[in-house]
């Protein structure tokens, strides 16, 4: 794929004659948490995948393997709108992988949710975010202030909040839609997961919502340009109006 090899992008040799290899470790016992832990992370330190019991499902790791392409893409700041944009990439390439893998849960019903069929159960819906709190507009309802000083207690500025926004542009782009009076015709996954991959090449660690929608606009015009995935003009026009949907500035 135009990503490259995954493994040499996160993989780690430790060493144990595998070689350079995809890790993670499984019914995981955190301190301080319910053993098995009752979630999952990807860790940096360890370059590797933790999960608890339960949540290995296609979207989760999807989720949690893209936080790692992620540090190794663009270190996306985990706090505000960076965050909330790391947060959100994770959630679209996890849930680009339910969809493309006829998995027997990938039901009309399910799509577009993340963690069905996990031990924890549907935790957000990309389509309609507002159903678990999150805002699908910009600044709109939900929509979690910004901090000067972000810590766990206040989400990192609302990481697993504010990433709503992004989930419903991915899912604008993908399947069409309208919001905030503005209607956009779909472009289907292939299309959009390529622009959302060369979006991840030009955005920066400290990027914002506003540069997130500069480099999706620049990443499907360059998409165009290179041929990528049958990628047209009036493509980009539908990327522009799912931007404008979100009411992005």
Request: hydrophobic share 35%; glycine share 12%.
């Amino acid at each position: 794929t135009r990503a490259g090899d995954l493994t040499t992008l996160v993989g780690a040799n430790y060493n144990d004659g595998q070689g350079k290899a995809i890790r993670g470790s499984v019914r995981q016992c955190i301190s301080g948490d319910a053993c098995p832990y009752t979630n999952a992370f990807w860790s940096d330190e360890l370059s590797a995948m933790v999960y608890g019991e339960g949540v290995t499902t296609d979207d989760i790791t999807g989720h949690e393997l893209t936080h790692g392409v992620t540090a190794k893409t663009n270190g996306l700041v985990y706090q505000n709108e960076a965050g909330a944009i790391n947060e959100s990439m994770s959630d679209i390439f996890g849930e680009f992988v339910a969809l493309g893998n006829g998995s027997a849960d990938d039901t009309a019903a399910n799509r577009w949710k993340m963690g069905e069929g996990s031990s924890l159960g549907a935790i957000r819906d990309m389509k309609t975010p507002k159903t678990y709190q999150q805002p699908d507009t910009y600044k709109g309802s939900y929509w979690v202030a910004t901090t000067s000083s972000p810590t766990d207690s206040n989400d990192y500025g609302g990481v697993h909040t504010n990433s709503g926004v992004g989930n419903k542009l991915a899912q604008l782009m993908v399947d069409g839609g309208t919001l905030n009076s503005t209607t956009v015709t779909g472009i289907g996954v292939a299309k959009s997961a390529q622009i959302y991959w060369t979006a991840q090449t030009l955005i920066t660690s400290n990027a914002t919502y506003s540069t997130l929608a500069t480099a999706l606009k620049q990443a499907c015009t360059a998409n165009v340009t290179n041929g990528i995935a049958g990628t047209t003009t009036a493509n980009c026009t539908q990327v522009a109006n799912a931007i404008k949907a979100v009411k992005i500035p």
